[in-house]
């Protein structure tokens, strides 16, 4: 048993990007008392004008309720829920900005799933190194952004040590279109969101070169085992990979040609640079920094997770895309649940 | 404790303890249950004595109030026990012995040690000879801040446990510092000893009989603690729970107890205390020799996971042990280091001299407002454990980077570490037993071994995360390691190692591996060279 607030508490989204904006729009069509904080005060007067994130959602119309602010300083100390959805390369400013105006009852929750890059470390650790919060929770799921605003049902987990935190999110997206199941593993959920965006580069490399769908299965239940094994390395718990934020995520990302990973595996498979495909989109493609991290870690922990080599060997190594096929075809494949981890 | 406080702290005690236990007549009837199962179990093994049949007798009334009383009577013979279980722990207290013994501590300690004859002892407290405990006793970190925040909330001071006598030294400190006792729950057989016992008893120590395994004792005990910490005792709590057994620094924590700090801030706040803030400090004693190292190494090896948690027959149950500790540790001149780690609030915020909770960059938050919901603090278990169990992190945290590492655990994890390497193909067990090839190492091959390891630790130092005694900063293997020596030789059954020569022979492994463990966790041996 315990204690939750009376009253639905205020939500302050931070990140006015593809999944930060759509959040905000359903809890705004929930009637929620919700605000989008976003970096350039332009960019705010824009959605508060026009009611539209041109940048990112191009095409839908945003809650009229919506308002959007650029004033940190305002907004922080009247939120009762933080909602940071920022990209791990700016993630650790935000949060320092934001601790300038926290208090210890605030909630934090995160929808980044990347790592930090020189750290490797997940998004709550740098949250607790930057400021005070400690009632921290991650919301991860198969949440394509794009979905979510034509408000067809979705689900996500909402992960926390701090059961307040878990039910005062259910609470908020009571009655959406987005569902909300609650759990403890705060590792898990963050590792697999994490990787799962570095899966998504090679299934949209797979697609890409038409090879069909025993090689994506493959791909993808191979890939689902290298995120467990690493989670559990990290001390995340082995039954999260098999939820809404391991393999539902998964699924999604891997398979729906509106996700940012998958189109960018699709394009270095059709031969573009990495250079000229993120100078062309606006969005971030954290698969790209999250191989680089993963990678480090994984070697640092003495595992080896083949996908990611040979992702981190196309991206970081100037291997060519046959030749890292050809190697990762020639590995010895031994016994499938010999390198799964036990619960 | 206080007279006056006592039958205060009772009343709180008794009301709180009966009130969880009796919300409804089968959560009575069940903790009731639960006391007669644990107890009778724990009297089959009790000695026979006049004590042990009054309480047969308590526990015979109990299981018939059980059988044919109402939930009125359920609920009087819960007031009963509670009252008893509180009387248990809380003991007859003495103020004008309590002063006695203050004043009696700082040079009893050594007069004790040194002699066991009372009139020695006399003569040495009316001499008022201030002999060389307080030399030996090196005492270091937030000294001045211990001090500033006891005088501004309550202290709950949370060491590292080795010896049974950490809580001596402590309590001399304590009183060096210009402190008063802190409360303590002390094990019952700490009472029984003719030594510790005295000190134990008088110096705010309250009694832990670590045989009772009811749910209700354990409740009355943690009860207690956070009623006293609400009163304004400043407490001592070892997280750790008993003695570490290995030799390592702890790196868990038991949460139950360490939560009292918190619970009762919590009830300051809501009963508008004019001094409601607690704060929690971690501290580590670090011990060149350790009194009982041959029983908790055995105790640690024999069944690992296992652990005897009661050892009623170890070296500090024997005054001519604890005398021949201390009298040949003075010989050495060897050092006991006290580190006075960074205080914290009952979350594990830093906070500073003044009081203030800081956030992880050093900015000013108001750590009331971890409690609120509404804008009121409020209660919300299963949230507090989480702040506990985070506290608990920050504790061990603590405890690492304010160990002291010191000449004996330097020489045996480089030692140890050598031993591995050269028996791969041995297991722990057979490598304790046998010694692997040969039961001497070449000096010469080992001094390299000891700079690297030195130099490992120098970098842990430099980084903040281990301390270096004096004599390791210097940096010379060979004064290091002859001070091991000398230490080896001195007080154990049998020295871990001694030298032969132009090598060194390994003599009692088991010690070598309970002082190697102090860098356990460090990473400056290979993980594998403990398994």
Known sequence: MNATSSTVPSVLVLGGGAFGTALAHILATQQRPVRLWVRRPEVAEAINREHCNATYLPGHALAPTLRATADLAEAVPQAQVLLLAIPSRHFRATARAVGDHLQGHQLVVHVTKGLEQESWLRMSQVLAEECCARKIGVLSGPNLADELMRGQPAGALIASNYDEVSLAMQQLFAGSSLRLYRGRDLIGTEVAGAFKNIVALAAGAVDALGLGANAKALLLTRGLSEMARLGVALGGDVMTFGGLAGIGDLMATCTSPLSRNYQVGQRLARGESLAAISAAMPHVAEGVWATRAVHAQARALGLDLSIVSAIHAFLYEGWSLPDVLQRLSSRPSGEELATMPTH | ?531
């Not at chain 2, 001071?157 to 006598?165: D, I, K, Q, V, W």
């Open chain 2, 1 to 531: 404790m206080r007279g006056e406080d006592k039958t205060r702290v009772r009343a709180q005690v008794m009301d709180r303890c009966v009130g969880r236990w009796s919300v409804s007549a089968q959560a009575c009837e069940r903790i009731l249950e639960d006391t007669l199962h644990e107890e009778r179990k724990r009297l089959e093994t009790a000695p026979d004595n006049a004590l042990s049949a009054a309480q047969r007798a308590r526990y015979d009334a109990l299981q018939g109030v059980l059988i044919r009383g109402d939930a009125a009577a359920q609920r009087a013979a819960l007031v009963e026990v509670v009252g008893a279980f509180f009387d248990d722990v809380v003991g007859h207290f003495d103020p004008r012995v309590h002063a006695l013994a203050t004043r009696l501590l700082p040079v009893a300690l050594n007069g004790l040690l040194r002699t066991l004859s009372p009139l020695r002892l006399l003569d040495m407290v009316v001499g008022g000879s201030q002999a060389r405990l307080g030399d030996q006793l090196v005492l270091s970190g937030h000294l001045d801040d211990l001090r500033a925040l006891a005088q501004r909330g309550t202290i709950v001071l949370t060491p590292t446990h080795a010896s049974n006598l950490d809580s001596v030294l402590l309590g001399y400190a304590l009183h060096q510092l210009g402190l008063p006792p802190f409360t303590y729950g002390a094990g019952l057989n700490l009472f029984a000893n003719p030594l510790l016992g005295f000190f134990m008893h008088n110096l705010g120590a309250y009694r832990v009989d670590r045989r009772k395994q009811a749910r209700l004792y354990k409740d009355v005990l943690k009860t207690y603690a956070g009623v006293s910490i609400e009163q304004g005792y400043h407490n001592l709590f070892f997280p750790g729970g008993t003695r570490c057994r290995s030799g390592a620094v702890e790196h868990k924590v038991k949460l139950g107890l360490l939560g009292m700090g918190l619970d009762a801030y919590l009830h300051n706040l809501r009963a508008g205390r004019p001094r409601p803030d607690v704060f929690v400090v971690p501290c580590t004693l670090n011990y060149q020799l350790v009194l009982e190292a041959e029983t908790l190494i055995r105790d640690h090896l024999a069944e690992q996971g296992k652990s005897r948690f009661i050892i009623d027959d170890d070296e500090s149950t024997q005054p001519k042990r604890i005398l021949d500790f201390f009298t040949r540790l003075f010989s050495l001149e060897s050092r006991i280091h006290l580190v006075i780690g960074q205080p914290l609030d009952v979350f594990g915020n830093p906070v500073t001299p003044t009081g203030l909770s800081l956030d992880p960059r050093g900015r000013v938050i108001d750590r009331q407002r971890y409690l609120f919901i509404d804008g009121v603090p409020t209660s919300d278990p299963q949230r507090d454990a989480e702040y506990t169990r985070e506290l608990g992190q920050r504790i061990t945290a603590a405890w690492a980077a304010d160990t002291v590492l010191q000449s004996t655990q330097l020489v045996s994890a480089t030692l140890w570490a050598h031993l591995r390497a050269s028996n791969p193909d041995l297991d722990l067990y057979r490598l304790l037993r046998t010694g692997g090839q040969g039961s001497q190492v070449d000096l010469v091959a080992f001094y390299p071994l000891l700079e690297s390891t030195l130099a490992q630790c120098q970098g842990l130092a430099d980084a903040g995360r281990l301390r270096l005694d004096p004599l390791l900063r210097q940096g010379d293997p060979m004064a290091i390691l002859n001070d091991a020596l000398a230490h080896f030789a001195v007080y154990h059954t049998r020295p871990a190692l001694r030298r032969r020569g132009e090598r060194l022979e390994h003599v009692d492994r088991h010690l070598i591996l309970y002082y190697a463990h102090r860098l356990r966790g460090y990473d400056v041996v290979p993980r594998h060279v403990w398994r």
